[in-house]
């Protein structure tokens, strides 16, 4: 799910825009035609599971509220009063060779434009059968956080650049049985786990140095039945 940090905004409202940009707007971002920063995405993902990814792509400031004009610029009114920053959605290609897959995520895919359009955060679903991760759950694998004021991506500190999601059928009283990926440590199904994988990191964050990363995909399930 994708998370936004949303602005309450006191004043007129007058032509704010109540829903996220479409195709033909004119601030719709403008696909650069020979991206140069592409990440690299590999990983394991077993023939039980049918993943997807989509990289997600946002105003860098989050969209700028006007207090001239009273309306919002690269944002859209949410509810009463709230705002939310445009976003764009790109699934992203996934070639699978047997249990392993690459894909790529191009960083400058779109023109800055007004906006400062910048990749925002990549996230993920998972099936299996007839389950699947609940649309609601925080999905986020990676993070691509701008400095405002220079524009330019950074990282943090001892940040993974590998990362590990073990997905199990759970089940509660409102969703029943779905897919979960991120079980807490005590899950008793780790212990299937070998001790090297079994890394907690529920995301990594990038910056312009990053080339690449590992995420990888298993099925807890399985791997129990297989024991």
């Given at each position: 799910m994708k998370q936004f940090a949303l602005i309450v905004i006191v004043g007129a409202m007058a032509g704010c825009s109540t829903s996220n940009i479409q195709i033909g707007d004119s601030d719709y971002p403008v696909n650069n035609a020979n991206p140069k920063k592409i990440l690299s995405i590999k990983g394991d993902i077993p023939s039980t599971l049918d993943v997807k990814l989509i990289a997600h792509y946002s105003p860098k400031d989050g969209g700028i509220y006007n207090p001239t004009t009273g309306g919002l610029v690269c944002g859209y009114m949410v509810g009463l009063g709230a705002y939310a920053p445009y976003m764009v959605d790109v699934p992203l290609h996934i070639s699978r060779n047997g249990t392993t897959y690459v894909s790529s995520i191009p960083i400058d895919q779109f023109q800055e434009g007004r906006c400062g359009w910048h990749l925002?955060?990549?996230?993920?679903?998972?099936?299996?059968?007839?389950?699947?991760?609940?649309?609601?759950?925080?999905?986020?694998?990676?993070?691509?956080?701008?400095?405002?004021?220079?524009?330019?991506?950074?990282?943090?500190?001892?940040?993974?650049?590998?990362?590990?999601?073990?997905?199990?059928?759970?089940?509660?009283?409102?969703?029943k049985t779905y897919l979960d990926c991120e079980p807490s440590i005590d899950n008793k199904l780790f212990e299937f786990v070998p001790d090297e994988k079994k890394n907690f990191y529920s995301q990594s964050i990038i910056d312009l140095e990053t080339q690449a990363v590992e995420i990888n995909f298993y099925d807890l399930d399985a791997m129990a039945v297989h024991q």
């Open positions: 925002f955060s990549l996230t993920y679903s998972v099936s299996k059968d007839k389950l699947a991760t609940r649309a609601s759950y925080n999905m986020d694998l990676l993070r691509a956080l701008v400095d405002q004021s220079s524009g330019n991506y950074h990282g943090g500190e001892n940040n993974p650049n590998k990362l590990y999601k073990w997905c199990f059928a759970s089940s509660n009283d409102v969703d």
